[in-house]
């Protein structure tokens, strides 16, 4: 079954392969592996770092209420201008509100190296990462022991990017901490 743009992925398989011609050499191992993957897999692992993407903390809100994925978004700003060169896209300025009328080349860009780590780091936990999954929230080795905090929960390994390339490409749209008064 084919991804369907907008609907379970932000690129289409065509864009992404141009992305990874564009942007590695051939001999990287982000192209390699790449390549030597079916088209069915490249779909799988796009379709796996959209649901990434989608499930960080996000500014704003999804632009048009019945859209499936989370972008374009629509941005609360107290600011008369808007730099488009941030996000790349058109947008309609209302009641404070940037919206976004298509999804930007960013957000496109970091779905394609989330789905290149996810295939290059391979989709398999540590052992550090699995324990927290499961719960554990001390361990032992001997004299070696570690304890881990209680805000890890069981959705840890899907909640976090696996690219850091990813996280600055979203870096606009990412919600960091707020002051709370």
Not at 27 to 49: F, H, M, Q, R
Not at 66 to 81: G, M
């Amino acid at each position: 079954m084919a991804i369907t743009v907008n609907t379970d992925t932000y690129i289409s398989l065509t864009d992404s392969n141009t992305y990874v011609s564009g942007n590695y050499v051939s001999g990287s191992t982000e192209y390699v592996a790449w390549n030597a993957l079916s088209d069915a897999d490249k779909e799988i692992y796009l379709k796996k770092a959209t649901k990434k993407i989608d499930r960080q903390i996000l500014r704003g809100i999804k632009a048009i209420d019945s859209q499936t994925l989370e972008f374009p978004r629509a941005i609360k700003s107290n600011y008369r201008f808007y730099d488009e060169n941030i996000t790349g896209v058109s947008v309609n300025r209302y009641n404070n509100y940037v919206v976004e009328t298509e999804v930007s080349q960013l957000v496109k860009d970091a779905q394609v190296e989330e789905a290149l780590a996810l295939i290059v780091n391979g989709s398999s936990l540590s052992k550090r990462q699995q324990l927290q999954q499961q719960g554990v929230k001390k361990f032992s080795l001997g004299d070696l022991s570690e304890e881990y905090g209680t805000g890890l929960s069981s959705s840890f390994n899907s909640t976090v990017l696996a690219s850091s390339e990813a996280k600055e490409l979203l870096k606009y749209y990412l919600a960091g901490s707020v002051r709370v008064t």
